[in-house]
C-alpha cells in the first residue's frame, strides 16, 4: 500500500492544519470492554510525519471508522509497535481505504484504496469482541517536494498478537479475540492439495 503526496517545502505544515473529525477516539489503556460494542485494534510503528488511518466501513449502515495507525496527537511522535483499539458497533465491516489526515484538526487529506485481499475482506464483530488487524509499519521517504507513505504489514502470529494487545488492554482479558492479518490466520485460508490416493499396497510374496 503505498501513497505519493506532492507538497511544498511546509509539507508537515500542511499535515497538521485545519478541517473536521474524522478519527475516532482510542480506547483508554485502563478502559473495561463495553459488552454492548465491539472494538478494532492493531499494533503500529510509524515516525513522526503526520497522522494515518485505516477506514472501517461499516457494510450496513455506510458509516465510517477511523482507527489512526498510533496514539493520535496533535504533535505525532515515533511509535514502534504501539497497540492500539478504537470502539464501534457491533456489525460487518471492510477496511476499504487508509488515509492521511490533519493532527491538529483531524482533517481527511488524501485517501488511499486497501488493496491487501485480506485486509480488505468483510468481517464481523460481535458485541463484546476485538477484531485485530494485525501489526503494520508506515514509512515516509522524502524526495524534493515528493512524499512518499508506504504501509506494510508485519510478521505476527494470533498468540503474541494477543499477548500484545492484552498487555496494552489489560482489562480485555475475557473478551473474544481474532486476527485478520496474523501468519497463521492468513495460512488458514490457503487450499491444501488434496492427498493423492494411495494404491493398494502389493500382496506379499508366498514363502516358498
Known amino acids: 500500500m503505498i501513497r505519493q503526496l506532492r507538497l511544498p517545502a511546509l509539507a508537515l505544515a500542511v499535515l497538521l492544519a485545519s478541517g473536521c473529525a474524522v478519527i475516532q477516539p482510542v480506547v483508554p489503556a485502563a478502559a473495561a470492554p463495553d459488552a454492548a460494542s465491539a472494538y478494532i485494534a492493531g499494533a503500529f510503528t510509524r515516525v513522526s510525519s503526520g497522522g494515518f488511518a485505516f477506514i472501517a466501513r461499516n457494510a450496513d449502515t455506510g458509516e465510517e471508522y477511523a482507527l489512526p495507525l498510533g496514539a493520535d496527537t496533535p504533535f505525532p511522535t515515533d511509535v514502534e509497535n504501539q497497540v492500539v483499539a478504537i470502539k464501534v458497533p457491533p456489525g460487518r465491516y471492510a477496511i476499504t481505504q487508509w488515509i492521511t489526515y490533519a493532527t491538529l484538526t483531524k482533517e481527511r487529506i488524501t485517501k488511499s484504496n486497501i488493496t491487501n485481499a485480506v485486509l480488505s475482506e468483510p468481517f464481523t464483530v460481535a458485541p463484546g ?53 496474523c501468519v497463521d490466520t492468513v495460512l488458514a485460508r490457503v487450499p ?7 494404491s493398494p499396497a502389493p500382496a506379499p510374496s508366498a514363502v516358498k
Not at 498478537?161 to 482479558?173: D, E, H, I, S, V
Request: charged share 15%; glycine share 6%.
Open 192 to 198: 491444501r492439495p488434496a492427498a493423492a490416493a494411495s
Open 129 to 181: 469482541s476485538v477484531t485485530y488487524l494485525g501489526n503494520y509499519s508506515v514509512t515516509t521517504t522524502r524526495a524534493g517536494t515528493s512524499m512518499h507513505f508506504r504501509i506494510s504489514p508485519k510478521v505476527v502470529t494470533s498468540a503474541d498478537a494477543r499477548t500484545g494487545f492484552l498487555k496494552a488492554y489489560p482489562g480485555f482479558q475475557s473478551q473474544s479475540f481474532a486476527c485478520k492479518l
